[in-house]
């Protein structure tokens, strides 16, 4: 596609809940990131792939996070029961190569846990 | 880890002023990208730097990578409404493999 797709844009979870977030990125880049935006703040790294290698995820916040991107194209971020701090914009961004490189953002999740 | 300073956190401009913003930084960054969001949005990218010392202009928009790779600004010319929103900066870190880090954003108000 011409930019970075997420899905679902909303999702209302119930504490408790498991929740699982896509990222589809643009077409042959190499690179995809997760990041987490609280309200106000900048975002926050979670977790790094280069194809479909995870080399980084020193920000995953916990062992409830787990991401994967099996075939080095689109991307899942997974949450395991869910708590309301987990409440945040989750976005997706991905670039054509690795670091010094534009990178490219979607729209977001907005994950509202109750 | 890597920080990034960015500041004012928030600015109130009549339209037709310009505006500055910066973003200093403990530790040196290898690229520099400034970002806009608006609400409910993802950021949006404006400009890529790359070089120290180096000026790119994008429209009414402005950045410079600073001579010492700690530090780069982003200046608006004649601000218009739209220009509204949460700019960030981010920088790449040493090493390929580091992530790409945010500032905490400067919020733009424009009065018209």
């Known amino acids: 596609g011409a930019g970075v797709s997420q899905s679902p844009r909303y999702k209302v979870a119930k504490r408790g809940q498991d929740v699982a977030l896509r990222c589809d990125p643009i077409?042959?880049?190499?690179?995809l990131f997760w990041y987490q935006q609280a309200l106000g703040q900048g975002p926050e790294f979670l977790t790094y792939f280069q194809n479909e290698a995870q080399l980084d995820k020193s920000g995953l916040p916990s062992d409830r996070f787990f991401a994967e991107r099996p075939e080095g194209s689109v991307s899942t971020l997974k949450i395991q029961r869910t708590q309301q701090e987990d409440s945040a914009v989750y976005l997706c961004a991905s670039s054509l190569y690795g670091g010094n490189t534009e990178a490219f953002f979607g729209q977001g999740t907005r994950l509202t846990v109750v | 880890g890597q920080q990034l300073n960015q500041s004012p956190q928030s600015m109130f401009i009549q339209e037709g002023e310009d505006v500055s913003m910066n973003c200093t930084s403990s530790s040196i960054f290898n690229t520099w990208l400034w970002y806009k969001q608006d609400p409910g949005e993802g950021p949006v990218l404006l400009i890529a730097?790359?070089?120290?010392?180096e000026l790119t202009s994008n429209g009414r928009l402005t950045a410079q990578f600073g001579i010492t790779r700690k530090d780069s600004f982003l200046n608006i010319s004649a601000s218009i409404p739209s220009d509204v929103g949460i700019y960030f900066c981010a920088g790449w870190g040493r090493g390929g493999n580091t992530p790409l880090v945010f500032g905490k954003g400067t919020r733009l108000s424009v009065i018209a």
């Open positions: 077409s042959g880049h190499v690179s």
């Open positions: 730097l790359y070089k120290a010392g």
